[in-house]
Nanobody, 120 residues
Framework: QVQLVESGGGLVQPGGSLTLSCAAS????????MGWYRQGPGNQRELVAR???????DYADSVKGRFTISRDNAMNTVYLQMNSLKPEDTDVYYC??????????????WGQGTQVTVSS
C-alpha cells in the first residue's frame, strides 16, 4: 500500500507565500508523476501543477509565474512553493501520485488534503 501525506497548509495574507509538501511512503517501486490539485466547496477538483519523473512540469494558467513545483526523488517528496498568493487561491489542496508498487502494477493515489486560506 502507498500513502501520500501532505503538510504545510495554513492561513496567509494576500501577497504572502506558503510551501506545501507531500511525502509518499509504503510499497513504492517507482513514481511516474506527482502533482497538486485543489478543490473548493461545490467545485470540481482542478490541476494546479504536476511534475514527472523526468522533471517535466505542467501548471494551471492561473498559477503560472507564482507557483513552482519540485520534487526530491530520493525522498519521494514533492513540493509546491506558492508565492504572491491571492484570496482566490483559497482551497483544499490535494497531493496526487501515479505510483508503481511493483514492476507491473501502478495506481493513482491521493493525499488527505490540506487547507490553504488566503485572507487579511
Amino acid at each position: 500500500q502507498v500513502q501520500l501525506v501532505e503538510s504545510g497548509g495554513g492561513l496567509v495574507q494576500p501577497g504572502g507565500s506558503l510551501t506545501l509538501s507531500c511525502a509518499a511512503s509504503g510499497s513504492i517501486f517507482s513514481i511516474v508523476a506527482m502533482g497538486w490539485y485543489r478543490q473548493g466547496p461545490g467545485n470540481q477538483r482542478e490541476l494546479v501543477a504536476r511534475i514527472t519523473s523526468g522533471g517535466s512540469t505542467d501548471y494551471a494558467d492561473s498559477v503560472k509565474g507564482r507557483f513552482t513545483i519540485s520534487r526530491d526523488n530520493a525522498m519521494n517528496t514533492v513540493y509546491l512553493q506558492m508565492n504572491s498568493l491571492k484570496p482566490e487561491d483559497t482551497d483544499v489542496y490535494y497531493c496526487e501520485g501515479y505510483i508503481y508498487s511493483s514492476r507491473s502494477s501502478w495506481n493513482e493515489y491521493w493525499g488527505q488534503g490540506t487547507q490553504v486560506t488566503v485572507s487579511s
